[in-house]
């Protein structure tokens, strides 16, 4: 179970749902918990009667906890100022809405969420990298509404689209205009709650009172009644033209542009406003209308939207007459589509009332197929194709009963204080030489405050310490089912220092590591890399070659699994870089033992990788850091070129380690947070394979400059002379004259 944050722009009991609510509902059906944030107000209030309603309801809203909706559901009004997108109002609103955000997800126990969000400015409140993954959905061109601050969306959209992980869109045309900002930028078009509208086709479903009133044929439309969305000037017309029909509209007027006038068309005898209905209404409503009807406008916002009520209309079985926005030419075979024009319109619909048009079963065939819960389910798939979701499902949190956030700050100071003594404790025995009592407390800790991941990795150390791994194990578990936590998993993987001092004593560990089934699967593999330098480290032929069968089964999984090639997660979690940390950790295995052939086929994989790999496609960030490992692994085959004197080969080999060299020379990565210096290594690594090229070229013998290659291929910091002649003496073909390599040697 994955924790979503969904950063929405339309507050949760709006009358007419939208994307918003209802892919928060999708995500908890695939078994997520989702903390639905309502909207932080995008655009100024106006002085107008709805948008003072607006600001009373919130500011009630505000003064509640967040309050649970559906199971595993909650909904959150943030307190904030509404259009505060600037200034001092900017940076109180920034205060207000990251301090309350915090303290909500303590109180709900969520764990290293995902964000999902829909609005644009979402960097101008909150840190993207403070999120486990983040989502950009955009379902509209937002600052092509009235009265939004178009320029200031325009620059928040763009410097989102370039900090999330992946941008999501519903509309061809979106896709079109921010592809080139996120080159994670997928299409999934809108789609239906079809179940809820399916109603329609029951013939007991009653017809709503009003609409008995009305003389059929009844053309209905359901939605937003906006000038900038709707042609109502071409509606009106064809309304005049048309007053056999009558027209039924359902919805709010001038909800979002207040430019809206519907006086002279809701004057026509033929017009029936009917206000705003309850959506669980709204079957009804199709169920007893012979067409439903789109009439939009052409304009930027159209050309970027995909009309969710499409899919609605064609789940209710009602025969639907659009205008011909892109989104929707896609779909022409399932409904009647025409230019914005009444004259068009008219036609359309003649012959939708005559039965002409796409067939019954053919709309509702097309319905069924996009689905919310179809369409989750496929933005989830890509979500974990980019590694972006758990490894595994998380067991979910006991439920908090407290009633408020403070409420909820208070239970975790108390629970800290209530492991202090604990801690002390076990301290003070530790330094009265007490081993087995120290010990004791902390398991007496453990199960009596279970909550405490604090407590619970101190005491997972002192298990290792002790050498009781299964014990180890359960309490790793625990932090990772049950708290999201794996930090001190990581410390022992990645940190040399906190591992046991005993070489038998690490591959206990990390065979114990390797042998579960609840941990993270990227760090049971790392555990099997570790394991081979261990093997590597005390010379154990025995375990080099269980070493090297593990590894060759990550190599297989990884370099057949998609999601290697475009994985978003970071640094270690990355798959393309642990599949070059195999590479790397299987060429010092092959070279110790000795096996050329399996080393040649380790230099032909890297050789297919880096053809195959986009640097661009993965986490950047990661895509630098993994340099050092596959300038060594993409050197394999300058190793065979110069064994072989194979020109051909040292050239293929080249051209591959100049486009790496090229990349992380981009500006864009002077400030990577690598410790190592890449850059460096990669020059000095290009700078010895040309003059290895050159000795080739020139027919002659290459020990001195294979001699620093060598050097670099496989050492992480300065040998000394026994580990030297230790290197050296891998390569039985290579030989130095014995004064050159005493010289050497010397210096």
């Not at 979500?383 to 009963?401: H, T």
């Not at 009633?403 to 002390?424: C, D, E, K």
């Not at 407590?455 to 089912?481: I, K, P």
Request: hydrophobic share 40%; proline share 6%; with cysteine.
């Amino acid at each position: 179970m994955a924790d979503f944050v969904v950063l929405a722009t339309a507050d949760w009991d709006h009358p007419l749902w939208t994307n918003k609510q209802h892919t928060a509902l999708s995500l908890v059906e695939n078994g997520h918990r989702v903390l639905y944030v309502e909207s932080l107000g995008l655009r100024p209030p106006r002085a107008s009667t709805s948008d003072g309603l607006r600001i009373v309801r919130r500011i009630q809203r505000m003064l509640r906890p967040p309050r649970q909706v559906r199971r595993n559901l909650w909904v959150w009004s943030p307190a904030v100022l509404p259009g505060g997108t600037q200034g001092r109002a900017l940076a109180l609103n920034r205060g207000l809405f990251r301090t309350g955000l915090a303290c909500v997800l303590r109180l709900l126990h969520f764990h290293n969420p995902l964000l999902w969000t829909y609005n644009p400015l979402t960097r101008l409140y909150l840190a993207i990298h403070d999120f486990s993954a983040s989502v950009y959905h955009c379902v509209d061109s937002i600052q092509d509404q009235p009265g939004m601050p178009s320029a200031l969306i325009e620059r928040g959209e763009r410097d989102l689209c370039a900090s999330v992980n992946v941008v999501l869109t519903t509309a061809p045309e979106l896709q079109r205009r921010l592809e080139p900002l996120n080159p994670h930028t997928h299409f999934f078009g809108n789609v239906a709650d079809a179940s809820h509208f399916r109603q329609a086709l029951e013939s007991a479903l009653p017809c709503p009172d009003d609409l008995t009133r009305v003389p059929s044929p009844r053309l209905l439309f359901v939605g937003a009644l906006d000038a900038y969305k709707l042609d109502l000037e071409m509606l009106e017309a064809l309304i005049r033209n048309t007053p056999q029909w009558s027209y039924v509209l359902v919805g709010p007027v001038a909800e979002c542009d207040p430019s809206t006038d519907l006086s002279s068309v809701l004057a026509l005898s033929n017009v029936y406003g009917m206000g705003v209905r309850p959506y669980r209404e709204l079957p009804a409503w199709l169920a007893h209308s012979d067409v439903a009807l789109l009439p939009l406008r052409l304009n930027d916002y159209t050309r970027q939207m995909f009309p969710m009520k499409f899919f609605e209309y064609l789940a209710s079985g009602c025969p639907t007459v659009a205008t011909e926005i892109p989104s929707l030419q896609s779909h022409r075979d399932v409904a009647l589509l025409c230019p914005p024009a009444a004259v068009e319109f008219e036609v359309a619909i003649q012959q939708a009332l005559e039965g002409g048009g796409p067939s019954l079963a053919l709309r509702l065939q097309r319905a069924s197929q996009h689905t919310y819960h179809q369409r989750t389910q496929r933005m989830l798939e890509t979500l974990k194709l980019l590694g972006l979701l758990p490894d595994r499902l998380l067991a979910c949190a006991s439920p908090i009963r407290s009633h408020a956030a403070w409420a909820g700050l208070l239970n975790s100071v108390l629970q800290r204080l209530i492991a202090l003594p604990f801690s002390v404790g076990d301290q003070m025995l530790l330094a009265l030489k007490c081993p087995r009592w120290s010990t004791a407390v902390l398991r007496f800790g453990g199960r009596s405050i279970p909550w405490n991941t604090r407590l619970l990795e101190r005491l997972v150390r002192r298990e290792v310490a002790l050498r009781r791994w299964d014990e180890a194990m359960v309490l790793f578990a625990e932090l990772w089912c049950r708290h999201g936590t794996i930090t001190v998993l990581h410390r022992f993987l990645f940190r040399r220092g906190a591992r046991p001092v005993g070489v038998e004593d690490q591959i206990a560990l990390f065979e114990a590591i390797g042998r579960t089934t609840v941990l993270p699967l990227v760090d049971r593999r790392y555990s099997q890399i570790v394991l081979a330098h261990r093997a590597l480290q005390s010379r154990d032929g025995e375990r080099m070659g269980q070493a090297v069968l593990s590894l060759d089964q990550i190599v297989l999984a990884l370099e057949q699994d998609l999601g290697t090639w475009v994985c978003q997660r970071p640094n270690r979690a990355n798959r393309a870089k642990q599949l070059v940390s195999c590479y790397a950790t299987l060429l010092r295995l092959h070279l110790w033992q000795g096996n050329w052939n399996a080393l040649a086929k380790v230099g032909q994989r890297a050789a297919s990788f880096m053809d195959r790999f986009d640097p661009a496609k993965i986490d950047q960030a990661t895509s630098y850091r993994m340099t050092r490992n596959l300038f060594r692994v993409l050197s394999i085959d300058i190793i065979f070129a110069s064994k072989n004197q194979d020109l051909a080969l040292f050239s293929s080999a080249k051209k591959r380690l100049d486009r790496q060299l090229l990349y992380c020379q981009d500006p864009r990565h002077a400030e990577n947070p690598a410790q190592e210096n890449h850059r460096g290594f990669a020059a000095d690594m290009i700078k010895v394979i040309d003059e290895i090229g050159a000795d080739l070229q020139g027919n002659r013998n290459c020990s001195g400059s294979f001699y620093e290659f060598i050097l670099l291929l496989l050492c992480d910091k300065s040998p000394d002379s026994s580990e030297i002649a230790e290197y050296l003496g891998l390569f039985p073909w290579y030989s130095l004259d014995e004064v050159e390599q005493s010289s050497r040697l010397d210096d």
